[in-house]
């Protein structure tokens, strides 16, 4: 889940996301309703809402909660239970479930439906592999495609990760990364690079335990460094910072469960009961 931008940039980010397309649809208004009203049957039930609600943020609801682990590994997905807990119709959510089984993030299983994905130990390096390859790309794009409307986003970013790193408020830094690199890949001007950028960073998140940074203060500088080669238009160069940001090496990063050793263990699992929320 990509947490909201923090309040003191939250208005430049949503002019940005206007203007430059840098996604928000499930981070207000979706969640306003998505988990309202009583429970019904242990799972909550939204209260009724006159707007249409689009596949596309279903299905951004859904991933959420995969991400987060709402949907555990090898869970079935029931239509109907999710067309309650969102508070829409089964179609949406039918074309939601295709959507997130082409991304990956679910399976289908005879006799059981749809499923949240098991990730394989070889599935899970993979992603670190392709983080390595497109994010530089996506930084030289964005050094030669961004907006002054991105570059404004990206330093106010900078400013305040640069603050909280130095001041050991490090429990703040997570929503800046994922808000640094969502900004990043829209700078890029690439739809089709920019969805497969963010569907990468979600997935890494899903499958990998976030670790906190070993040296903050030393990652925002670099951040600093990359965001001043993308205002220069220096492509080669934010590539080459890119390069060394993904090129972690795979033994840092911590598998988040075990890693599927072959079929489900009890395929029969339902969506969990809702915690209540407060």
């Known amino acids: 889940m990509v ?5 003191e940039i939250a208005g430049v980010c949503n002019r940005v996301a206007g203007q430059a397309s840098i996604g928000r649809v499930s981070r207000g208004s ?6 309202a009203g009583p429970y019904v049957n242990g799972y909550d039930k939204a209260e009724p809402d006159s707007r249409r609600i689009s596949t596309q943020a279903v299905c951004t609801a859904i991933r959420d909660d995969i991400v987060s682990g709402t949907f555990p ?3 079935r997905l029931i239509e109907e239970l999710l067309a309650r807990r969102y508070g ?3 179609v949406p959510v039918r074309e939601a479930l295709r959507t997130l089984a082409s991304e990956g993030f679910v399976t289908t299983r005879r006799h059981a439906g749809a499923c949240v994905a098991e990730p394989s130990e070889q599935e899970a390096a ?5 983080r390595a390859l497109l994010e530089p790309l ?8 961004r ?3 991105h570059l404004k986003v990206l330093r106010g970013l900078v400013k305040l990760g640069q603050e909280r790193a130095r001041s050991g408020r490090t429990a703040e830094l997570r929503p800046l990364d994922d808000w640094f690199d969502e900004t990043l890949a829209q700078a890029s001007g690439s739809t089709s690079l920019a969805a497969l950028l963010t569907q990468l960073r979600l997935k890494i998140a899903w499958v990998y335990v976030p670790e906190p940074p070993l040296r903050p203060v030393r990652d925002w500088e670099v951040r600093g460094t990359l965001v001043d080669a993308i205002v220069r238009g220096d492509a080669e160069r934010a590539r080459s910072i890119a390069a060394a940001r993904a090129g972690r090496a795979p033994g840092e990063y911590r598998l988040r469960r075990p890693a599927r050793p072959g079929r489900a263990r009890n395929p029969e699992r339902t969506l969990p009961a809702a915690a209540s929320r407060s």
Do not use: K
């Open 73 to 75: 590994p090898g869970g």
């Open 30 to 35: 979706l969640r306003r309703f998505t988990h």
């Open 126 to 130: 993979d992603l670190l592999e392709v």
């Open 3 to 7: 947490p909201a931008a923090p309040s």
């Open 147 to 149: 907006t002054e409307a």
């Open 88 to 90: 829409v119709s089964r």
């Open 138 to 145: 996506g930084a030289a794009r964005a050094a030669q495609r």
